[in-house]
């Protein structure tokens, strides 16, 4: 008889996603996820992979927390050897490493600004050397600095999140070009913020919707090649830049105005990352799938 898995949130006590968080705030950029309060859910014990990934090799950048750790593990469950590059959040790369290597893939890590092209270049090269190829690229690092008006945005925070989240992403895309084959894919973290805007996220939500149009650019210009390109563009998503972020008060109120009433957890996307990175999406390119808890955007 077929084994049946199905997703048993009631007795898997850590799916039961919390409705409010705790006021906190981090002092530091990025965050830490070992000092957040609850810890963000990245992993549904209950799902089994079916070697959709198989032997394919993934660089994810902001891998090592929130949402990138969450895609990291699900591809590992589906198969897949991983990169994880990040800046500086050590501790969290190693616990995210360790959980891949536990699940039987590899995991190098590799630590660095994606805001510099020749990092970005160079952290391929290390990518090729140990693991021989790349089959899919998710970019997914990404920094915010709430302002309460455009005045407040001085023109070094506004270079700084703009290289970090779209011209670490174009860099990235570049340096891995020569090594993406037929079939390959390229998966692009967006945000509710490009479609719906946020008063005290103004460049944020710029490089958001710089994101978007790349996607839809890169989409047309690979085609030819049969390489996909396609994005997520989350909701709000209980994930170390948050605390890291905001005010406490401001946490404390995250993600209730969404239509469930709650933040979203790293877990919660994680399939959408499978699905785009897979075979079934084949026919599927320079679309954005929204994952926001209910609220309705024009794409």
Request: charged share 25%.
């Amino acid at each position: 008889m077929e084994k049946k898995y199905y997703f048993k949130r009631k007795e898997d006590k850590s799916m039961d996603f919390p409705k409010t968080i705790p006021p906190q705030k981090q002092d530091k950029q990025p965050g830490l996820e070992s000092l957040m309060n609850p810890k963000p859910i990245y992993d549904n014990v209950n799902y089994q992979g079916a070697n959709k990934l198989s032997n394919k090799t993934a660089v994810i950048t902001g891998g090592d927390s929130g949402i990138g750790k969450a895609v990291a593990v699900a591809y590992a469950k589906e198969g897949a050897n991983v990169a994880i590059v990040y800046f500086d959040e050590h501790e969290d790369a190693k616990e995210t490493q360790k959980i891949i290597q536990e699940k039987g893939r590899k995991c190098m890590l590799i630590s660095g600004d994606i805001g510099d092209e020749s990092f970005c270049i160079k952290a391929v090269e290390n990518v090729i050397k140990e693991f021989g190829k790349i089959d899919i690229l998710v970019n997914n690092a990404a920094e915010q600095h709430p302002q309460n008006s455009i005045e407040d945005i001085t023109s070094e925070q506004l270079e700084k999140t703009f290289r970090t989240n779209f011209f670490g992403m174009f860099y990235m895309t570049k340096a891995v070009m020569p090594h993406l084959k037929d079939g390959s894919t390229i998966i692009n973290t967006s945000s509710i913020t490009a479609y719906k805007g946020d008063k005290i996220l103004i460049d944020y939500s710029a490089t958001k919707g710089a994101v978007t149009s790349f996607t839809r650019s890169m989409a047309l210009s690979l085609a030819s090649r049969n390489i996909r390109v396609n994005s997520v563009a989350p909701g709000p998503i209980w994930t170390p830049l948050i605390p890291s972020s905001f005010t406490a008060e401001q946490v404390g109120k995250f993600g209730t105005d969404t239509e469930m009433g709650r933040p979203g957890q790293p877990v919660e996307l994680a399939q959408a990352y499978v699905f785009l990175a897979c075979e079934d999406s084949s026919f599927v390119s320079g679309e954005t799938l929204h994952v926001n808890g209910g609220k309705m955007v024009n794409a």
